[in-house]
């Protein structure tokens, strides 16, 4: 058994303006850890990385900033509607924010941690290590609304970020948990906190 192993993991996810943050902070209230993809990966790019150094490689030197950083915005222009670059900067990024979320569960000094991972269905069965999977799940009709509130957006440019990611179902069929998001910020807290108690058990049992 590696140390990763001897961790009970939970997966977090959930379409985009789910509402997987309120989620990981009602977890992280009660004291559990939440490591990021998104925050992993803006890691493993980071100057002096190695993934960095191969993404210029493949893609040019124009995706670098002058303090060689990388040029976000420029990679998000190249990869935007092109998916066989998108496709080669996944090969190139995802494998090492894999292997950093393993390495932070290993450290973690509890035996349940949280993993934030928005496009986990999209990248599924990569994840299959983890223990559970719970999926934020919202209404479509609310979730379209949110998002439009949220990043003050028009309706047509919030459905097609919306059908750019994996469908509902798809982020259900891989579910060990769901939690309804449709609802208060009352209710969510009820349902982690039903979750939290669930996961200690299993945690324990592991």
């Known amino acids: 058994m590696t140390t990763v192993d001897a961790h009970f993991v939970v997966a977090i996810s959930g379409g985009i303006a789910s509402g997987k943050t309120a989620v990981t902070q009602a977890f992280g209230r009660r004291g559990i850890a939440c490591y990021d993809a998104d925050v992993a990966a803006r890691e493993v790019v980071a100057p002096g990385q190695p993934a960095l150094a191969e993404i210029a490689a493949a893609f040019g030197p124009q995706l670098l900033q002058p303090d060689g950083s990388l040029d976000r915005a420029a990679m998000r222009r190249l990869i935007f509607g092109d998916d066989s670059a998108r496709r080669r900067l996944e090969a190139l990024v995802h494998p090492r924010v894999r292997e950093r979320l393993r390495e932070q569960v290993a450290a973690d000094a509890n035996h349940y941690c949280l993993l934030a991972i928005p496009l986990l269905a999209e990248t599924w069965p990569a994840y299959a290590w983890v223990d559970r999977v719970v999926i934020v799940d919202v209404a479509p ?35 060990t948990d769901v939690i309804s998001n449709s609802g208060t910020l009352d209710d969510l807290d009820a349902a982690v906190a039903a979750l939290h108690q669930r996961f200690l058990q299993l945690a324990a049992a592991k």
């Open 141 to 175: 009709d609310i979730q379209l609304a949110r998002l439009q509130q949220r990043d003050g957006i028009a309706q047509d440019l919030a459905a097609r970020m919306i059908a750019a990611q994996a469908t509902r179902e798809q982020r259900l069929a891989i579910a």
